[in-house]
């Protein structure tokens, strides 16, 4: 069996740690590393999808295998805490850019989403999240009327959920999320450094008061080379 490409995803997965390539350089092209090992483009392309597989390089149309930092933030998927808060564990220079603070009609998917009547309005809350000068994170937060009479673009600039238990004296209890993989939106392309990568993580919050309230619903959408998602889990005994 032929084993080249290993040796080939070895090889470049060692430079790439030894940072012989830097996050964001592009390999060369499939071409060039098939004339540079003199092998097929079939096992060029059986090494770049390992290293695509474990965190090396992404691979972007249009550009080529673009390598990818290895210092990934550690994003937590259980667990109700605002960006702020995460932000404040990070060490890292981060900026929140609100493009929008205003309370609309629901369309007939927000209805869907928060158990909505007709009469009901919401607060739609959009943000974009900087890390180390790069958009990579638009967040997108619905909160019913009901529950969120106020919001203003200052209190959206520093923290939501702040405000809403340190004044509001709202009770946030939980959160049911769903995570999937979307081709990016003209919004997401609009307002995210894509950089050419073809999808985004989407994380979906169902957040609830302790009376078991719907609330807020969020998308919150991710350039896929900056976040690894962690969780823990306990097996029931």
Not at 31 to 54: D, G
Not at 204 to 228: C, G, I, M, W
Request: net charge neutral.
């Amino acid at each position: 069996m032929n084993k080249k490409y290993l040796v080939i995803y070895n090889e470049i997965a060692k430079q790439i740690d030894e940072k012989l390539w830097e996050p964001d350089q592009l390999l060369p092209s499939e071409h060039e590393l098939k004339e540079q090992y003199n092998t097929s483009r079939e096992t060029i392309r059986k090494a770049l999808n390992l290293l695509s597989q474990n965190g090396y390089i992404q691979k972007v149309r249009g550009k080529g295998s673009v390598v990818i930092p290895r210092n990934k933030y550690d994003f937590p998927v259980s667990g109700l805490v605002s960006f702020k808060e995460l932000a404040e564990k990070m060490n890292n220079q981060t900026k929140t850019i609100v493009h929008d603070v205003s309370l609309i009609k629901p369309n007939s998917y927000l209805k869907q989403q928060l158990q909505l009547n007709s009469k009901d309005q919401v607060w739609q809350v959009i943000r974009v999240r900087d890390l180390d000068g790069g958009k990579v994170i638009l967040d997108k937060d619905f909160f019913n009327e009901r529950y969120v009479p106020f919001l203003s673009k200052e209190i959206c600039q520093d923290s939501i959920y702040a405000y809403l238990e340190g004044e509001m004296n709202l009770s946030i209890s939980f959160a049911k999320k769903e995570i999937t993989v979307d081709e990016p939106t003209e919004e997401d392309q609009q307002l995210l450094d894509l950089d050419g990568f073809h999808n985004v993580v989407v994380i979906k919050n169902y957040v609830y008061l302790d009376d078991a309230s719907l609330f807020q619903y969020t998308e919150s959408r991710h350039r896929p080379d900056r976040f690894r998602f962690v969780d823990f889990a306990r097996r029931q005994q």
